[in-house]
């Protein structure tokens, strides 16, 4: 295998991760992970050995993203939002209706919030190379990330402020539990 085969096979599951927070659903997700991967393999004569291949790879993929997915949006709505797919996770209960109702809200956010927020967190990528995904400074990355946590932040306090049960999922810092055991006293 070449190196680029090698890199591109690293990267994979967070470019799928990437793709499903942009296209939120997971059908989408595997087209447009598939096509960035037909379009790495076509232009891997333009990498440049050396170079950050996960953020050229991310690049791609947001590009292809945009071009394509968000203009056949712009054509289609969707009839039931109520359909979208859940992540697996683990069997217990608990955590299961953690991460659809965090999911759910995270869904909420505009899809800049969500797309950044996924590179950064999700992916574990530098803000640095984030900025060369977004090709935009990395001071512009980080207020833009901070823009998002507190959108997220909001949206989760919004979310748990008439529901003390979905408060304890979201609130379990050791400040939020002193706070909880004051509230039930």
């Known amino acids: 295998m070449t190196s680029i085969e090698n890199d591109l096979i690293a990267c994979l599951p967070d470019l799928r991760a990437y ?26 004569d333009r990498f440049q050995p050396g170079t950050n291949f996960k953020a050229w790879a991310f690049t791609i993929l947001r590009n292809r993203f ?36 965090f999911q759910r809200v995270f869904h909420m956010l505009p899809e800049d919030h969500r797309s ?18 977004l090709d935009c400074a990395v001071g512009t990355v980080k207020s833009r990330v901070h823009r998002a946590r507190l959108a997220l932040y909001h ?17 379990r810092s050791p400040a939020a539990e002193d706070r909880r055991k004051l509230e039930t006293d």
């Open 116 to 133: 950044i927020l996924s590179l950064v967190a999700g992916s574990g990528m530098a803000y640095e190379d984030v900025a060369k995904v």
């Open 155 to 171: 949206l989760l306090e919004q979310e748990t402020a008439t529901d003390p049960v979905r408060r304890d999922r979201f609130h």
């Open 66 to 101: 945009l071009n394509e997915f968000v203009a056949k949006r712009k054509q289609t709505k969707e009839l039931d939002e109520a359909g979208l797919e859940q992540i697996p996770t683990s069997a217990r209960q608990e955590e299961g209706l953690e991460v659809a109702d």
């Open 19 to 44: 793709a499903r927070s942009l296209t939120r659903n997971r059908h989408d997700a595997d087209d447009l992970v598939q096509d960035t991967v037909v379009r790495i393999m076509n232009s891997a």
